[in-house]
């Protein structure tokens, strides 16, 4: 939120040079995962209906590290190709995963061999890579930060392509986690738990974990002091809840304001769990974060909403926080580093 114009020229202008063929091979990789195959499935326009989000960590990561370290090599290999052929291969049962299948389907990649071609008998492929695509597709980019050495003092921008969303909790900050997703709550109603709970101290930084809009902005029973931030390419909303009392929100923030990967937006609290505003009801201070994924807006708001066990994905975060600082004059946390994606809205 607070670069400069004229910082962003600059930049779009240096990044047009970078890596732009690969940009554009891989925009085209990634925007549609029905290309891969040539098929034209038949309900390929459909909205996915359920999606069940459940690859382990380890696994994960893997995948991303080779889709990193290929990015620049004459063929990149996307993690969301070969995490969408291990999710086609096991039917969604990472139970299932051996090492052996993903080291042979990235071998055959490297060597040439067609994303179409190693998948055509997989029925449910396309499914896959749209679902998981839809999850994992803003977590790797192109960006740039600037950074400050800390022997000379000169700051310079960084270009690297890699893990560009953030964890939600600021670097320095500690909390701690499990696995809760889909455990039961009782207020107002039984009702399963859809999101991941980071317990640590009142006023803790909260981090955008991926750049979006702002939709949602207030109280809610439920929530209390909550946020809601579309992704650019609209298939994301991140829920961040139980914000500080008196103090829930970074300042700038407004519905309809952009932000972007690694902005401060608020600090975590005890809110909610009242029709009063700014009550604290929740007994533990933490975070709850949630991600929705919303592949047809008519049912963003329906009980068939799909929300995504962010555990693993947390885990993964975990290896990206963003530095923050106090402003002095204000006493507000802000983001340490200037950073800009380059390509933001893919
Ligand atoms: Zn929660």
């Known amino acids: 939120m607070k670069n400069t114009k004229k910082n962003a020229v600059m930049v779009a202008a240096a990044s047009m040079i970078l890596c732009a063929a690969l940009s554009i091979f891989l925009s085209s990789f990634l925007s549609d995962p029905y290309t891969l195959t040539g098929k034209k499935a038949k309900d390929a326009d459909k909205p996915i209906k359920w999606v069940e989000f459940n690859i382990p960590y380890d696994i994960m990561k893997t995948a991303m590290d080779i889709d990193i370290d290929s ?158 931030i579309r992704s650019h390419d609209n298939l994301r909303y991140y829920y961040y809840a139980h914000l500080q009392k008196d103090n829930p929100y970074a300042e700038s923030l407004h519905i309809g304001a952009t932000v972007t990967a690694g902005d401060v937006i608020g600090y975590t609290g005890q809110t909610g769990y009242s029709i009063k505003e700014n009550t604290n009801n929740i007994d533990t201070p933490h975070l709850h974060f949630g991600l929705q994924l919303v592949f047809d807006e008519k049912a963003k708001d329906s009980p068939t909403q799909i929300w995504i066990d962010l555990y693993d994905i947390t885990r993964l975060l975990s290896t990206h926080r963003c530095s923050v600082i106090r402003n002095k004059d204000t006493g507000e946390y802000e983001r340490k580093y200037p950073f800009i994606e380059e390509d933001p809205a893919f």
């Open 71 to 228: 990015y620049c090599k004459k063929i990149h290999v996307s993690w969301v190709d070969i995490l969408a052929y291990l999710g086609a291969k096991y039917g969604g049962d990472f139970n299932r995963y051996n090492e052996s299948d993903m080291d042979e389907f990235v071998t055959k990649a490297k060597q040439g061999k067609s994303i179409a071609a190693l998948t055509k008998d997989m029925k449910y492929f396309n499914y896959y890579s749209k679902a998981y695509g839809a999850v994992l597709n803003g977590f790797l980019g192109e960006y740039q930060i600037k950074t400050t050495d800390g022997e000379t003092g000169v700051a310079s921008w960084k270009k690297a392509y890699g893990l560009k969303a953030f964890s939600p909790i600021g670097e320095g900050f500690y909390y701690s986690d499990f696995d809760d997703f889909g455990t039961n709550r009782s207020y107002g109603y039984s009702r399963r738990h859809l999101g991941h709970d980071m317990m640590t101290s009142v006023g803790t930084p909260v981090i955008a974990v991926e750049s979006g809009t702002v939709e949602a902005l207030g109280w809610n029973q439920y929530g209390g002091w909550r946020i809601g």
